[in-house]
C-alpha cells in the first residue's frame, strides 16, 4: 500500500517489492542522500565538488546523476542484520540484503527524515534517519523490540557499506578511543599540481556509536566469507572478529548482543559520515553524543531539531484545499520541498547550467526572494558585455565548467527576463532594475537592466538573414548538438521563446517606466513571431528548427522526431499561434504526444542517429530527451495552455505529472509521489513495456514552473505591479477550491465557488467586487477574504 | 591443492575457496581476459583505447589497471547455472554466484585456453575457455554430463554479465536468425567532436551459440527477481521469460532443457564479444558455427588451434633442467609466455609509458627479435631532436600521452642503450644502429647511433653542478613527484642508473668500431659514479635523491623511506660501490628489505605524506610503490647481485618471485605460480597480516629482467660480439643444470656440474676447452654440445 500519513507529514510504502526503487530524499547545506526503500543510498556532499564517503564496490566514474540508476547486492546501503541467538535465523531491515519478507514493513518518508518500521520473526526494527543543517553526515536512530511473547536474545548488526574508497590508499578500523570506526584514503591523483586540492578533503568515513559494541569488523571480505552480503559467514560466528582493513575494501559492521523480554526495546543511535581527520571525528563525538544542554538533550537530538526547523523554512506561498486531495498534499507539502532543495543546493553543481541557475531561483522566488535576488545578480555579474551568459554560473573559486557545460548553446539569455519577472511578480521589487553589477570581462558595472538589454540585444543578433535564431551547439535541448554546429542551423523553439522573452522583457520595461523601450520589444517580439510562422509552421504545428544545411525538421514528413513540444507550448506564450494555428497544434500534441504519463518532449522518438540532429537521436528511445515525458517541457506547454485559457487541458496534464492516484499509475512509474522526476519514460506508442517509469531523479527545472502553473494559472493569484490579479481557472469539473495566498507580507484567504449566477469569474475581496480582478494596495500584516464566483456553477 | 599438470600444459588449483583471487590470463591481437577461478572476469578491448563488451553494474571509472581488484557478488563473470528440474536444486559453475561448494573442482589455467571441470549432486559441467587471434571474441565450450546412476532432467543456464553499458542508450534482445543474444549500447559523450570516434566502436555485446536454446532472459532485473544473483527467481519458474532489456541493464541468459541418461553428455559451444553492427555478428555466426571445411570442423575449432599456435609461437630461448622442478615449469612455460604478452599486446595501451615500451621489446629480442628491432625504431622516431625521450609512445594516430605520461620523467633515456644491449646480445645485429630515423620535431632522419648518442647527451647535460641528475616530477618512481618539481632535486637511482647506461653504451660504441666514443662514455661514467660516491653514499648504502630543498633522502636519519632497493642494486650495475660499499649495502638490503616474499622497494613504508618526497609517501603502506615487493625492482637487484658474482643470494631472491613451492606461502600471496605480479604486498614488518599477497597485476617490467637474470646470470649463457659467453653462477646448493639455449639459429646443449677437479669454471664445447668460456663462430642450424665444470663438487 501506497498512502500519505493523515498529518500529511510522511509518505508510505508498506511493501519494499512494490516498488522496489522508491525513495526519499534528505539534503542540507553539505549534502546530499537519496534513499531507496529496500535500504540502497547514494549520498554526495560537497568539497567543493560532489564527493563520496559511502562508495561502490568497484572505482565508480564520476558524472553527473544518472537516472533510473540500477541497484545491485554490493550498491552501497545502511542495514541492521538480525540474528537470533537461540535459533541461528538472521534478517536484516529494511529489506537488502538478506531480502527476507517482514510480517509487517513501512516505509515512510518524511520531509525532514526518513523511517522505517519492520516487524519480522517477532522483532520489531526501526530506523531513522535525519541529517543535520551543516555538515556531511547522517544521524541515525535504530530501535529493537522484542514483540514475541518471550524473551529473545539477539544479535543487532548495524552495517554500513564504506566500500572501494581509493586506489592509492585505503584502510579501517575500531576506534576504541572514539567508540566507532574510522575508514581512511588518499583520492587518487597524479599530477603534483592536485595535491594542493585533495589534501585538505574530507577522506575519511567514520561511524561512531552512542553506545560500546560488543563487536566490530572492518574488513568487508572477512565480513562476507563464502556467505556473501546476503548471508555474511562473520554472522554465523559468535562474535564478529574485529578485524581491520589494510588497503581491503572497509565495511562498517557493529554487533550488539542483547537480551530481550517481551515488549523491550533497546535503541541506538549513529552517526555516519565524512571527515579530514581524527580529531575532527573525536570533536563531532563530543559534540552529537557527549554534551548535553541544561535540558539533557545532546547535540543529536538538537541537531535533528535544528534540521527540521531549516527544511520547515522551505514554505510555498500558497496553501490549498481542492477536490484532489492527493493534488493538495503535493503541492503543500512536496511541491516547495523539491523547488526548495533546488534553490539551496544548486543540484549539488558548483557550475550548474545558467539556464537551470536561473529558473531554480525562479522557483526560490515563492520562498525566499531575497536568496532568488542574489542569485540573479551573481549570475549577470557572468554575463559578457556584449550581452552573452555562459554556459554555467561558478559558484565556487575552484569550480570549473564541467561535462555540458563545455559545449556553448545559445538560449541563456531568454531565461533572464523570464525567471526575473516572477521574483517581480512575488516582490514588486523594482529596485533590482537598477542595481549595478560588473560583467566578466568588463569591471565597469551596469544597471541590472542595461544587462538584460543587452541580453536581448545579443539574442536579436545573433540570427540569420530569416530572423531566426540560431542554435549552435545546443538550446534547451543539450544533445540537439548538430543541427547547427556548422554557423547556420537555427533553433524554432528558441526564436519562439525569444519573441516570447522580448514580450516578458517589455511588460518589464513598461512597469519600470520605460514605455519606448516596451514598445520596441513589443514590435521586436511581433517580427519574431512573423518570421516563426513564415518559416517554421509545418501546417499542423510548428517544426522544432532548420539544419545547417537548410532541412526543416521536426515536421510531419519525418518519420521519427515528427513533432517536438517545445514549439507548440511556447508559441502559446509568444502568441505565435492565431487560434487557428492553436487549434490545430493542440490537436497535434493530444494525438501524437499525449500518454497516460503525460505529454511526450518528442514523437516518434528517434530509434537510430540522426547526424544532422545530433546527440539527441541517439539516446535511448523514450529516455531522457529522446521521446521521454520530460516535465520541464510538459510544464512549459501546461503554463502555455493556461495562457490561452485551455483550463481542462491543463489540468489533465498537470495531473499527469505526479504519480498516482490510482495504485496500478504509482506502480507502473515506480515513484511515491513525494516529488516530480525530471522525466517518465517515454515512447510510450514504441516501448508501451517501460512508458511511465520514473527517472528518479528529483534535480529538474520542471518544479519552478508546476509552482508558475498553479500561481499564474490554475489558482489565478499571481502578482502584478498593483497588487495580485485573482482568475482562477478551475477545471471544468471542479466546483471549488479554496487558496491561501501568501502574498507581499499579506494573507489572503481566496474562496472559489461556482456559482449558476455568475455568467463570469467574479471576483470580490472583503464583499467587494474587484472589477479586473485586481487586489490592488495590498498591505503588508493584513488579511484579505477574497471570494471568486466562477460562472457553470449548478 | 595446486600442482602442474604432468605435461606441464596446465596450473591446476582443485579448490575455489582456496585462492579466491586465482586467475589465468589470455589475451590476442585485439584484447585480453583476466579469468578468475570462481567465474569473474575482466576483459578488454582494444578501439583503440581499451573497452568493454561485460561491464559492471554501475558507470565505471575508465582507469589503467587496478592491482588487487576487489570481486563482489554482480562483478562481470561467466557462469551457468544448472538445475535439477526434479528436486528443483541449483548450483552453479564454476563455483560464483550460487556458492554450492562441489564435490570435485578443478580450475586449469593452460597456456590457451582456461578450463574448468566442477562435479556437484551427480552432474559434471566443463567449461572451457579460448580466444580466436584476432577479434575480440571470447570461445566457450560448455558440457554437461550426468556422473550419476539415474536418469537426470536438467535446465542449464550459460549466464554471461553485460551489465550497465551506458547512459545514453542500451538494450538487449533475442534474436532468432543469429540464434543468439544481442545487446546494444551507445558510448556516452557530451561534444559533437566525439562522435567521429565513438560511431565506430564496437558497442554491441552479442552471445551466440550454436544450439538452439529453449529460453533466454535479456533482462538482468526480470531474471534475479528478488531472488537476487545467487539463487535467480527466474530459475525458478519452468521457462526464462524471452524478455528483453529496454534502456534497462541487460544480461546473455540462455536456457537449454536436457535429459540426460547415466553418463550421457551434451556439448554446447558460445561465442561472446563484441561487434558494430548484426551484420558483422551473423558473419561471424556463420565463420564460426554454420562454415565447415572439408574434414567436417568448423570455424570455433580452427580458430581454437589458430589460437593455440600463435600462443605458442612466444617461445623463449631457454629450455631448462634444474634441481628445482617449479622454476622449470614456470621459466620454460609462464615466463615466455608472460613476457610474450607484454609485446605483443604493449600492455593494452595506445601509448605506453617510454620506460615500460623499451623494456617489454628488450623481453621481445629474447622471443621475436624482429619485432623488437621495429619497436625501438618507433620509439627512437618520437624522440626529440635534443635527445630527451617522450614520456610515453603513441602507437595509435588517435592516442594521446593519458594519465601519468601527462608526467614529465627524467629517466626515460637511460633504457635506450640498456635495453638495446639486449637485442645486440641475442642478435649481433648492429646494423640497427646504422639505420636512420626521423626525430619528434625534426624531419631530417640521422641514424640509431646518433639518436642514442643524443639521448645520452641529454642524460649528461640534465644535471645540477654536483653532476647528479634531475628528477623533476618522476623518475622511474612515477609518484616520486615532488622531490624536484622545482626544478632543483635529483635522483640518485638515476644518476647511478646514467652511469651504468654510458658503461653499456660505451660496450656497444666499442662493437659497432666507435673506441673513442666509448673511451668517453667510459670516462663520463666513471665521473658519475664519483659524484655518487661523493654525495650519496649514506655511511652503509646510497641515498635515494635530494630534494629541491637539498635534503638528502632515503638515508639513516629517516624515519620512514630509509633505504630504497633501487640505488643499491644499480650501484652494482655501475661500478660505484666498491667491494666495501657492496658488503655494506648487501647487509643493510638484507637486514632491512628482504622480506619471505622478495625485497621491499623500500623501508620502512611511508605512513603519511612526505611532501618533499611527493605522492610515492601517500600511496597505501606496502603497496605499489610505497614499500611493496616490487618486483621490477627487485629483478634490477638480483640481476646487480650476479653481475657482482653473488649467485647464492641472487637465487634465493629470484626464488622468493615466484610464489610456493610450498602451499602456505602460494595461499599466503593468493596466486597461481603463471605469472610474476607487478607486487607482492610488502611492509612486511609494520602490517605482516597482508605481507605478501600478490597484486594479481601480470603487466609489469619484471619480467625481460627475470629473463635476463637466468640468461646473464643463473644460466650464464648470454651473447656477445664475438658468439656466446658461458658462465653459469648456479647456487651452492645445486650440483647440476641443464640448459638448451636456442642462439642466432643455433642450439647449444649445455650440461653444467660440479667437478671436484674443477679449481675454476671449465667450458668445453664438442669436449674442447674454451679459456675465456666464449664459444666463437656460432653457425646457425648447428648443434653444440657444451659441458661446464663447476668448482666445489662433492
Not at 551573481?378 to 561535462?403: C, F, R, T, V
Not at 532594475?433 to 543578433?461: C, F, N, R, S
Not at 510531419?556 to 506564450?573: A, H, M, T, V, Y
Not at 523514450?622 to 491543463?650: C, P, Q, T
Amino acid at each position: 500500500m501506497i498512502r500519505a500519513t493523515a498529518d500529511q507529514e510522511y509518505y508510505e510504502l508498506t511493501s519494499p517489492t512494490l516498488l522496489p526503487k522508491a525513495s526519499g530524499f534528505l539534503w542540507n547545506e553539505k549534502m546530499m542522500i537519496h534513499m531507496n526503500c529496500r535500504g540502497y543510498a547514494v549520498a554526495q556532499f560537497m568539497q567543493p565538488e560532489p564527493a563520496k564517503y559511502s562508495h561502490a564496490p568497484n572505482l565508480e566514474a564520476k558524472t553527473f546523476m544518472q537516472p533510473e540508476q540500477p541497484y545491485y547486492a554490493h550498491h552501497p546501503g545502511r542495514f541492521v542484520y538480525v540474528k537470533d541467538e537461540e535459533s541461528g535465523e538472521i534478517f536484516s531491515a529494511p529489506y537488502e540484503p538478506v531480502r527476507v519478507p517482514a510480517d509487517d514493513y513501512t516505509f515512510a518518508v518524511g520531509k525532514s527524515d526518513i523511517l522505517w518500521t519492520v516487524k519480522c520473526k517477532g522483532i520489531q526494527i526501526e530506523m531513522r534517519l535525519t541529517l543535520p543543517k551543516a555538515e556531511a553526515m547522517e544521524l541515525w536512530a535504530v530501535k529493537v523490540k522484542n514483540l514475541s511473547g518471550e524473551r529473545r536474545k539477539l544479535s543487532i548488526y548495524p552495517y554500513f557499506t564504506v566500500g572501494y574508497m581509493s586506489w592509492m590508499n585505503q584502510s579501517g578500523e575500531y576506534h576504541e578511543e572514539l567508540q566507532g570506526i574510522v575508514c581512511s584514503s588518499i583520492t587518487p591523483y597524479q599530477k603534483y599540481q592536485e595535491y594542493d586540492k585533495i589534501k585538505d578533503f574530507n577522506d575519511k568515513t567514520f561511524l561512531l556509536a552512542d553506545r560500546k559494541p560488543d563487536a566490530w569488523e572492518v574488513n568487508q571480505e572477512a565480513f562476507e566469507g563464502e556467505g556473501g552480503i546476503t548471508s555474511p559467514s562473520a554472522i554465523g560466528q559468535e562474535e564478529l572478529a574485529k578485524g581491520d582493513a589494510l588497503y581491503e575494501t572497509p565495511a562498517a559492521v557493529l554487533q550488539y548482543r542483547v537480551d530481550l523480554n517481551p515488549g523491550a526495546e533497546e535503541a541506538y543511535r549513529f552517526l555516519f559520515g565524512a571527515a579530514n581527520n581524527e580529531g575532527q571525528i573525536a570533536q563531532i563525538r563530543s559534540d552529537y553524543f557527549l554534551n548535553k544542554n541544561a535540558s539533557g538533550e545532546d547535540g543529536f537530538v538538537l541537531a535533528g531539531r535544528e534540521y527540521d526547523q531549516y527544511i520547515r523554512e522551505g514554505r510555498g506561498c500558497i496553501e490549498i484545499a481542492t477536490p484532489d486531495p492527493d493534488l493538495d498534499n503535493f503541492v503543500n507539502h512536496w511541491l516547495p520541498r523539491q523547488m526548495y532543495y533546488h534553490g539551496q543546493t544548486n543540484r549539488l553543481s558548483t557550475d550548474p547550467q545558467t539556464r537551470n541557475f536561473l529558473q531554480d531561483h525562479m522557483g526560490m522566488s515563492y520562498i525566499k526572494p531575497q536568496l532568488a535576488r542574489e542569485a540573479f545578480l551573481i549570475a549577470l555579474s557572468q554575463q559578457k558585455s556584449n550581452g552573452a551568459m555562459p554556459d554555467g554560473i561558478i559558484l565556487h573559486k575552484d569550480a570549473e565548467l564541467k561535462y555540458i557545460n563545455q559545449v556553448p548553446h545559445t538560449d541563456h539569455c531568454v531565461w533572464l527576463p523570464i525567471c526575473l519577472s516572477t521574483y517581480l511578480d512575488e516582490t514588486n521589487d523594482y529596485s533590482l532594475l537598477e542595481e549595478k553589477v560588473p560583467y566578466a570581462d568588463q569591471a565597469e558595472a551596469e544597471t541590472v537592466y542595461e544587462h538584460i538589454h543587452k541580453a536581448m540585444q545579443w539574442l536579436a543578433g545573433d540570427r540569420d538573414e530569416r530572423g531566426l535564431n540560431y542554435i549552435n551547439q545546443g538550446d534547451w535541448c543539450d544533445p540537439m548538438n548538430m543541427v547547427g554546429y556548422k554557423g547556420k542551423g537555427v533553433s524554432g523553439w528558441l526564436t519562439i521563446a525569444t519573441a516570447y522573452a522580448f514580450q516578458v522583457w517589455a511588460d518589464i520595461c513598461d512597469n519600470s517606466g520605460r514605455p519606448e523601450a516596451a514598445q520596441d520589444y513589443r514590435a521586436a517580439a511581433e517580427e519574431t513571431n512573423e518570421a516563426v510562422n513564415r518559416y517554421l509552421w509545418d501546417g499542423d504545428w510548428y517544426a522544432r528548427g532548420i539544419t545547417d544545411d537548410n532541412v526543416v525538421f521536426g515536421i510531419s514528413k519525418d518519420r521519427e522526431g515528427r513533432i517536438f513540444i517545445n514549439p507548440q507550448g511556447w508559441s502559446l506564450l509568444s502568441g505565435a499561434a492565431d487560434e487557428e494555428k492553436k487549434e490545430k497544434l493542440l490537436r497535434a500534441v493530444t494525438e501524437q504526444l499525449e500518454t497516460p504519463y503525460g505529454v511526450e518532449k518528442l514523437a516518434p522518438s528517434y530509434t537510430s542517429m540522426r547526424e544532422d540532429v545530433g546527440r539527441v537521436t541517439q539516446k535511448h528511445p523514450g529516455s531522457a530527451e529522446n521521446g521521454a515525458v520530460y516535465n520541464h517541457a510538459a510544464a512549459f506547454y501546461i503554463y502555455g495552455l493556461y495562457a490561452v485559457g485551455e483550463r481542462d487541458n491543463a489540468y489533465r496534464l498537470l495531473r499527469k505529472m505526479l504519480p498516482g492516484p490510482s495504485l496500478d499509475d504509482i506502480e507502473q512509474r515506480g515513484q511515491l509521489p513525494i516529488f516530480i522526476p525530471n522525466y517518465y519514460r517515454g515512447a510510450y506508442r514504441q516501448f508501451p513495456r517501460t512508458a511511465g517509469r520514473s527517472s528518479h531523479l528529483f534535480n529538474t527545472g520542471t518544479v519552478p514552473w508546476v509552482y508558475r502553473c498553479l500561481i499564474d494559472g490554475l489558482f489565478g493569484v499571481q502578482g502584478t505591479k498593483e497588487g495580485i490579479r485573482v482568475s482562477p481557472q478551475l477545471p471544468g469539473h471542479w466546483n471549488e477550491a479554496a487558496v491561501t495566498r501568501e502574498f507581499r507580507g499579506a494573507t489572503l484567504h481566496v474562496d472559489i465557488r461556482r456559482d449558476a449566477a455568475a455568467s463570469q469569474t467574479e471576483v470580490y475581496a472583503e464583499g467587494e467586487l474587484l472589477p479586473d480582478g485586481v487586489l490592488r494596495d495590498v498591505q503588508p500584516g493584513k488579511t484579505y477574504r477574497v471570494q471568486v464566483k466562477l460562472p457553470g456553477g449548478a
